[in-house]
């Protein structure tokens, strides 16, 4: 029996899980959608995706397993058109970074004996200095030796934790079970707000008195450090994030400016000593945490973990997942 996924969204995310996936064909079918039908054939053509469907309810209706790669201001949309399309048994998971809000919309939008679990994919930290965005910055390796964060709503179906355990470990990747207001406070320090604070250096600069001048100056800390909002794609889906996140970024800006303010206060009173010690403090944990990302070496003990239910689950069985090798005679 093949297991019918349906990927729907193919930039770097939804490409990647479907490239991940290839070399299971004999166990799984992959059905792709994107709203752009080139960006479709171009996932398609790099075999991230056996076969192209351009309509949404055809795309999801024999599925399985229906997986949203989507930019947050598109997610309520597409569960709301998904929602009466799905067989009876079908999980729908997504990768957004609001998992408190998604859930509470797939609550209120999926069916009756459909079920919801939320990923928060980590990155292969050998990609995190790629600018390139899109299906053509999709990689097979993207979540290799790395983790996904799995966020799983009370009473959700034992069967449907197990797939996204599953396929977490078919992609490569370790699974973390995570509580969702927690992996939102995360997501919200760790992905939001840098994209946020490059925004703010951009209209703190760009066009101001002399950036006809500065422009021409600006190197490699400038490009760095401008670098994430070339990477939100769309701007909507970076304001839907930030307005389902409010309350912890009112509180992440808060501490940011608070942060400035004390470099502020060093530069205003000549204090180079404090200015170096805040500094250098600043670049030794960036190192650290750069060797430890590099590493993969965490201590997740703060985090509130959720026991993986020990259910078989007709997915697990079919994907194989967490099998031992057999040996040979």
């Known amino acids: 029996m093949t297991v019918r996924i349906a990927i729907i969204g193919l930039g770097q995310i939804g490409g990647s899980f479907g490239l991940a996936l290839t070399e299971r064909k004999d166990l799984i079918s ?37 997986l949203l790669c989507l930019p947050l201001d598109q997610m309520r949309e597409t569960l709301q058109v998904i929602g009466p399309e799905l067989k009876e048994g079908a999980v729908v998971m997504e990768t957004g970074m609001a998992k ?20 928060t994919p980590v990155l292969n930290p050998a990609y995190l200095h790629e600018v390139n965005a899109g299906i053509e910055a999709a990689r097979a390796d993207l979540f290799k030796n790395g983790l996904i964060a799995i966020v799983a709503p009370p ?3 034992a069967g449907a934790i197990k797939l996204a355990a ?11 079970f995570v509580d969702p207001v927690e992996v939102d406070g995360l997501m ?15 209209n703190a600069t760009i066009d101001q008195p002399g950036w006809k001048e500065a422009r021409k100056l600006a190197g490699r800390a400038y490009a760095e450090a401008t670098s994430p909002v070339a990477q939100i794609g769309d701007a909507g889906a970076l304001s839907s994030a930030a307005a389902l996140n409010r309350e912890n970024m009112l509180r992440l800006i808060d501490s940011s400016v608070a942060a ?58 079919l994907f194989g997942a967490g099998r031992k090798p057999k040996k040979d005679n």
């Open 30 to 66: 992959r059905i792709g959608h994107d709203r752009e039908m080139k960006t479709a054939r171009q996932a398609e053509k790099m075999q991230a995706v056996d076969r192209v469907e351009g309509n949404l309810p055809r795309a999801v209706r024999d599925a399985e397993l229906v």
């Open 100 to 119: 408190e809000a998604v859930s509470a919309w797939a609550a209120e939008l999926l069916p009756e004996g459909r079920h919801y679990v939320g990923l």
């Open 155 to 157: 009473q959700t179906d």
């Open 166 to 176: 599953d396929l977490t470990r078919l992609v490569g990747a370790s699974p973390l």
């Open 188 to 202: 919200s320090a760790t992905h939001i707000l840098p994209q946020l604070m490059a925004a703010a250096l951009l």
């Open 260 to 317: 400035l303010h004390n470099l502020r206060g060093d530069i205003e009173a000549g204090d180079e000593a404090a200015l170096t010690e805040r500094l250098e403090r600043a670049r030794q944990a960036r190192l650290r945490w750069w060797a430890e990302r590099q590493a993969g070496d965490w201590s997740y003990e703060s985090m509130t973990k959720v026991e993986l239910p020990q259910a078989p689950g007709t997915f697990g069985r």
